[in-house]
């Protein structure tokens, strides 16, 4: 089923914020160099490439069912059997993101376990935290379902609907926005939802915007 326009177009401008993106249908048109790309999603027809490129770039190819065995043996990480949809492409590309840095206005954040920091500031996060956190990083600006939340959250509520999603949700926003301004505001201020990377689907579930 597809996504409705809404999640569709979330996607979509999320999807352009995250990936350096290049039209290459044949091989010919590959450019030399392709350093700014983390992904190169090629047909399968454009096989086989050089084992230069297979060293440097993660490549993932499309086409018939019957090729994926050469696109595998050839070296791409993935293969997409047609007929396929722009929003599978997208969450398969989106592992192979890195997913222990969050970039905010020109700002780095590392996480760790048990916290998350910057070059000035540490802010200490729990184990749940820790855990939600890395789960919004990997989708990278897709909604993560609020019962995929709610499994996350040790306890033997798990309804999707439980406001200790939310309540989670609204400390971790805060400890983020803590290692950012470090001294320059406190846990008990409450930032707006709209100044914070951590966002909010409503009825739906949570997303992380970044650079």
């Known amino acids: ?40 999603v090629l047909p399968v027809t454009a096989l086989p490439l050089s084992e230069d490129l297979f060293h440097q770039y993660r490549i993932i190819t499309y086409g018939p069912l019957e090729y994926m065995p050469q696109a595998f043996l050839q070296g791409c990480v993935d293969y997409l059997a047609e007929p396929w949809e722009p929003e599978e492409l997208f969450y398969r590309a989106l592992r192979f993101h ?27 996060l729990t184990t749940i935290e820790h855990s939600l956190l890395v789960t919004l990083l990997k989708a990278k600006g897709s909604i993560v379902p609020r019962a995929v939340l709610s499994r996350l959250i040790p306890g033997p509520v798990k309804d999707p609907s439980s406001r200790r999603i939310d309540a989670h949700m609204a400390r971790l926003r805060k400890k983020i926005r803590l290692c950012r301004v470090g001294n320059r505001c406190s846990l008990g201020e409450e930032p707006g939802p709209h100044s914070s990377p951590l966002r909010s689907a409503r009825g739906l579930g949570y997303y992380l915007i970044t650079d």
Not at 98 to 124: A, F, N, S
């Open 1 to 40: 089923m597809s996504p409705d326009p809404f999640r569709r177009s979330l996607i979509k401008s999320v999807a352009s914020t995250r990936f350096h993106t290049l039209s290459c249908t044949i091989r010919a048109s590959i450019p030399p160099s392709c350093k700014p790309y983390e992904v190169l």
């Open 98 to 124: 890195p997913i222990d840095r969050i970039t905010l206005e020109g700002t780095t954040l590392l996480v760790l376990p048990g916290c998350i920091k910057t070059e000035d500031h540490e802010v200490p």
